[in-house]
């Protein structure tokens, strides 16, 4: 969306570069920095969960105020669990009317199971008219007619002092 290539990234990081050199990754957006994937790896898994990981984590921490780290979903693969104990805090990002409530109540406990700090949730694509079927408020004159005709089953309770009788 911005622009930025896929290489150099987060894999040439971690197998060639000087984890203390981020020009690479300067942005077209102003004091944003972008660390792409990088190249594809053998075994992502092992390489998110290595010690250089957690070298470049630190790096990161020193040289930004803030670092983000993105990854797939939670129960889709294990990239964020991996991640999830290295870094401050996680945000967890869902969608409204989307994720499922037993999907977002695993994920939870899945980051709480490896240590993660769960800082909040961040609901994607809400609609607050929709949760509650807006307001609306309205004014109408006029005259008309009107004819209907029903049809159905059921029964017409009808109680009458002279007559009690039920009509159906």
């Not at 105020?65 to 869902?94: F, K, Q, R, S």
């Amino acid at each position: 969306m911005i622009g930025v290539p896929r290489e150099p990234g987060l894999s040439d990081l971690l197998f060639e570069g000087y984890v203390g050199d981020f020009e690479a990754f300067v942005s077209p957006i102003d004091d944003l920095y972008i660390v792409p994937a990088g190249s594809k790896v053998a075994n992502p898994s092992e390489v998110l969960a290595s010690n250089r990981m957690q070298e470049v984590v630190n790096a990161l921490r020193d040289v930004f105020e803030y670092v983000v780290v993105d990854t797939a979903p939670v129960l889709v693969v294990t990239d964020a669990l991996t991640i999830g104990n290295m870094v401050d805090a996680v945000v967890l990002v869902c969608s409204a009317n989307e994720t499922p409530r037993m999907v977002l109540e695993r994920s939870l406990e899945s980051l709480h199971s490896v240590g993660a700090k769960v800082a909040g949730i961040v609901l994607n694509r809400y609609d607050p008219q929709s949760a509650y079927g807006g307001y609306a408020y309205a004014y109408a004159y006029g005259y008309g007619y009107a004819y209907s005709y029903s049809y159905g089953y059921g029964y017409e309770a009808s109680t009458t002092p002279e007559t009690e009788e039920v009509k159906s």
